[in-house]
């Protein structure tokens, strides 16, 4: 079964405190991205990454960092300096062809809560 | 950033009716896609055009682009209570070198009712 897996999918958090959102993908895509989106917006870019070991700032990046130590995982760390984190989390990749034609598959997402 | 504007914010027909979702952008790209949500779920791809066409069919979706309005439209037809969705539209401009990034409208929240 291909796709993309995010957990947990409800996560509840006290202030000041640091969680990660894991993002697994076994497509093979080289691609993936973290998206914010709040209740009746459209989703915000956070950080993406074209390749292993490389990442780069979205629109709202500031709060937030990752890694992309393997090609599969992409996880999404959102630190204490995040002011309103709370919102749903999705992580979705694509091939990353640079053709400018990709599609983008997303995960179920993870919503964020914070007490 | 560019983003794309979808119009209107919320729709609601009849099954068996259609359905039409504006979206309009402000800068070049490189392709435009929509996008569509079930309540509480990840997003699924419906359909990407080229800036360099003009109209697109899949189904029972249909999506035009005017690149010199900077604009695309979303048509559903003979919809069902299935299509009850948002539908988000999405451009991509490409980063700096050349990748994909999409910028997402604010949606279109669709009912479809029996």
Avoid at chain 1, 10 to 25: A, H
Avoid at chain 2, 5 to 13: F, G, R, V, Y
Avoid at chain 2, 48 to 76: A, F
């Amino acid at each position: 079964d291909g796709g993309i897996t995010q957990s947990p999918k409800y996560l509840f958090r006290k202030e000041g405190q640091n969680v990660t959102l894991s993002c697994e993908q076994n497509l093979n895509h080289d691609a993936m991205y973290w998206y914010r989106q709040d209740p009746g917006q459209g989703l915000r870019l956070i950080y993406y990454s074209q390749i292993v070991n490389d990442f780069q700032k979205g629109d709202i990046a500031e709060g937030y960092s990752v890694s992309r130590e393997k090609k599969e995982s992409f996880p999404l760390t959102v630190t204490s300096a995040q002011k309103n984190p709370t919102a749903f989390y999705l992580c979705a990749s694509s091939i990353g062809s640079g053709r400018g034609t990709d599609t983008q598959y997303f995960g179920p997402g993870t919503r964020l809560t914070v007490l | 950033s560019q983003q794309g504007e979808e119009d209107p914010q919320a729709l609601s027909i009849q099954e068996g009716e259609n359905a039409t979702m504006n979206c309009s952008y402000k800068t070049s790209i490189n392709n435009l896609q929509w996008y569509r949500q079930n309540s509480g779920r990840g997003l699924v791809h419906l359909i990407l055009i080229r800036s360099n066409e003009r109209e697109k069919h899949s189904g029972r979706l249909r999506v035009t682009l005017d690149t010199s309005k900077k604009s695309s439209s979303l048509l559903i037809t003979a919809s069902r209570a299935a299509d009850t969705a948002s539908y988000f539209c999405a451009t991509d401009a490409g980063d700096h070198s050349g990748y994909s990034t999409l910028t997402f409208g604010k949606g279109t929240m669709l009912l479809v009712s029996p």
